[in-house]
């Protein structure tokens, strides 16, 4: 399920204004909190990576990070990453939300994301964001039994396309209690997108970035800054792999697929890395 997004004009502005051979058995140097606790490891910066959320096939040569959906198994030995939509209800999922939690315009009528066919979930009360993080999160919780190291909740963008609705706090605030919820279970979590939240990453309790394009429209600098060069690029089009490599080959996590995310084998499949 690719979720690729058109930009709106101006959004390369957002940015500007803003490994080892024993890799999985030392990610990172996994410290404890106050109490003693496990924190989650985090992806290294500049490891190989594969973005699979389209469907699931052996990772190429090279790769130790890979992002897939939660309906797919981890792969064996990587460090995996859990795509969850969390931010928008599922095509046609509507009936498997309480009707309260879809956000409504104000005729009544449920907001949907066009471009996807998705609800959008109402994330304008404390109550109903903790409801909503309460059904998000036992998917969260899935993906940590089956074995994940951290989840990418996807979406948080969502206010951007609805400003007249939801807001930045909005987000924030269901996104720090989603980051709550993948602490308890021992993973990390990703920002995906969104480079102008990137400097609010203590308030969201955010580990990393999952940057879509961020070198076609020069925003990979925001991302690096906010979480410690522990980006994981995916680019969609020649000029932006070569605008991420020419730059940040060295630092950050980089890889282009197709637009449609297409497992390995398909006829649109494209995978490149610098």
Request: net charge negative; with cysteine.
């Amino acid at each position: 399920m690719t979720r690729v997004r058109t930009r709106p004009a101006g959004a390369a502005l957002a940015g500007a204004a803003v490994v080892a051979a024993a890799l999985l058995v030392a990610l990172v140097v996994v410290p404890r909190d106050d109490d003693g606790e496990r924190e989650p490891a985090l992806p290294p910066p500049g490891a190989g990576v594969d973005y699979q959320i389209g469907g699931a096939y052996d990772p190429p040569p090279g790769v130790e990070v890979v992002i897939r959906d939660r309906g797919d198994a981890p792969a064996p030995g990587a460090y995996n990453v859990c795509y969850v939509n969390a931010f928008q209800a599922q095509p046609g999922a509507e009936d498997r939300w309480d009707p309260d939690l879809l956000l409504r315009d104000a005729a009544g009528e449920v907001v949907y994301d066009e471009d996807w066919g998705e609800a959008v979930l109402d994330l304008r009360t404390a109550d109903k964001r903790e409801r909503i993080a309460a059904k998000v999160g036992r998917w969260i919780d899935g993906c940590a039994e089956r074995g994940f190291q951290a989840v990418e909740p996807d979406n948080l963008d969502t206010y951007t396309r609805f400003p007249r609705l939801l807001t930045a706090g909005h987000a924030r605030a269901y996104a720090a209690l989603l980051a709550d919820r993948a602490h308890a279970r021992g993973l990390a979590v990703a920002q995906k997108n969104t480079a102008e939240l990137a400097p609010d990453r203590a308030r969201t309790g955010l580990d990393f970035a999952v940057a879509e394009e961020c070198g076609e429209y020069d925003e990979c600098a925001a991302y690096a800054a906010a979480f410690d060069d522990r980006v994981l690029v995916v680019e969609y089009t020649p000029g932006g792999l070569a605008a991420a490599c020419g730059r940040w080959a060295d630092r950050l996590s980089i890889v282009r697929r197709d637009r449609a995310v297409s497992p390995e084998g398909a006829a649109d499949y494209v995978r490149e890395t610098c």
